[in-house]
Structures are given as structure tokens and as C-alpha cells.
């Protein structure tokens, strides 16, 4: 039998089923203004959700998506003024070049010369770990907040995003200390407000470093073939 049709259910009736509960729906009925001040809380939330949370890695095939939810909690936090972003793309796309004028460093380029960069960056990373863990220390502290980042312009949050990253991990010369190096900021950095994000393709060992993916704070995982990557990227508890 010839399958029939899906019927679309017109917005105003599934308002009217839910009891005239309809905020979601009324979105695209609202002025710009409106949508555009929405838009502005969503990608705050965003911003608190990841800067408390920590680290994140999002993993999937090309095309599913994972780079979009980069830019969107990167978007979160470029609304923060206290945050300084970063950004490395491993690849020659446009991704993040709307990004541009609010990143104190942008490098794209799947090349051996952008690995050694970021492996260089990833140093700086841990050392300056080190350094705010001191300077808390001297505050009294036991992590970084926000009372403490205004207070304190050397100790406002940094994030850094490495995009399509099992490029630079899968680098002969540079990728087994920059795994190491990525591995130790992860552990130590959130409380000092260090903070780094990674997409990719792929959830092997020379893609991801698997201790990297067990100790972030938010994983995510878009369309896989098989279970196992699923697994490599989420965990299997």
C-alpha cells in the first residue's frame, strides 16, 4: 500500500493542543529585536553552561554538525567581554572567520608550520595554568570567579578552540607532545579559567587522545557509523 502523506500540523493547533502554551512557537512571529534578544540570553546561557562546565570536545563525520555547536559556544562566549578567545582551525575553511575580530589569535591551515604553532600555544597553555595556580594560591583562592576575573585583569578566562584537531594530533613531529600538553591543561586548567575545546572527525587514538575525552566536562557526539566511536567520544557508562 502507498504510504500516505505526513500531515503538517499548522503551529496555531499545536498551540492550541498544548493549551496555549506556545512561546517556542510564537520565535518567528516576534519583531527581529525581539528574536535578536532571545538569540543574545540562548547564547549566554551557553557561555555560563561551558565556562562552569569546563572543557569540551564535540566528534562526528564531516557535515554533522560538530563545528556548528563549536561556533555557537564559541558565539556564547565572545558575549562575555571577559573572556579572551583563541582560535585554531586545522583546516583552509572559513569557519570561524566571523570570529576574527574578537580573537586575540586566529590560525588556519592543515600544515606541519600550524601544528608547531599550536603545540607552542598548548606550551603557553600550561604554563600559564601554572602561573594563575600560584596566583590564586596568593589570593586565597581555590578557583577563578568571576568576582576574581573582574577584580584581576591577568586572571580573566581564556578559551581556546582547536577545530578538526586530529590533524594536529596525527602530526608526526608535533602531535604525541601536543596530546601530552592538551591532556595536562584539560586536568588542571578549569579551575585557573583555561579553557579549551576540540572537534573531529574521528575518535581514534592519533584523532583524540582518549584521557582527553574521559576528563572534559562536556562531550558531545554528532552522526558515527558505529557504536564504538560513539563510545570514543562519549564514553561507554
Request: glycine share 10%; charged share 25%.
Amino acid at each position: 500500500a502507498q504510504k500516505r502523506p505526513r500531515a503538517r500540523i499548522r503551529p496555531q493547533a499545536l498551540a492550541a493542543a498544548r493549551g496555549g502554551a506556545k512561546e517556542g512557537l510564537d520565535w518567528l512571529g516576534r519583531p527581529p529585536e525581539a528574536r535578536a534578544s532571545l538569540l543574545y540570553r540562548l547564547l549566554r546561557v551557553v557561555a555560563r553552561f561551558v565556562l562552569f562546565g569546563g572543557n569540551f570536545v564535540f566528534g562526528g563525520q564531516p557535515g554533522q554538525g560538530k563545528s556548528n555547536a563549536a561556533r555557537v559556544v564559541m558565539a556564547g562566549a565572545a558575549l562575555d567581554p571577559l573572556c579572551e578567545l583563541r582560535v585554531h582551525v586545522f583546516a583552509g575553511n572559513g569557519d570561524f572567520d566571523a570570529y576574527a575580530k574578537r580573537l586575540s589569535r586566529y590560525h588556519k591551515g592543515a600544515t606541519p608550520e600550524h601544528a608547531a604553532i599550536a603545540t607552542e600555544h598548548l606550551r603557553e597553555l600550561f604554563d600559564e595554568v601554572e602561573r594563575r595556580e600560584n596566583r590564586l594560591a596568593e589570593l586565597g583562592a581555590k578557583k577563578l570567579t568571576r568576582a576574581l576575573a573582574e577584580q584581576h585583569p591577568d586572571m580573566r578566562p581564556i578559551v581556546a578552540m582547536f577545530s578538526e584537531c586530529h590533524e594536529l594530533f596525527g602530526d608526526k613531529d608535533c602531535g604525541e607532545e601536543a596530546a601530552e600538553l592538551a591532556i595536562r591543561v584539560v586536568k588542571r586548567g578549569r579551575k585557573t579559567g583555561v579553557i579549551t575545546g576540540y572537534d573531529t572527525q574521528s575518535s581514534r587514538t592519533d584523532a583524540i587522545p582518549s584521557q582527553l575525552v574521559e576528563n572534559v566536562g562536556i562531550n558531545g557526539c554528532f552522526a558515527v557509523k558505529t557504536w564504538r566511536s560513539n563510545d570514543g567520544f562519549l564514553g561507554d557508562g
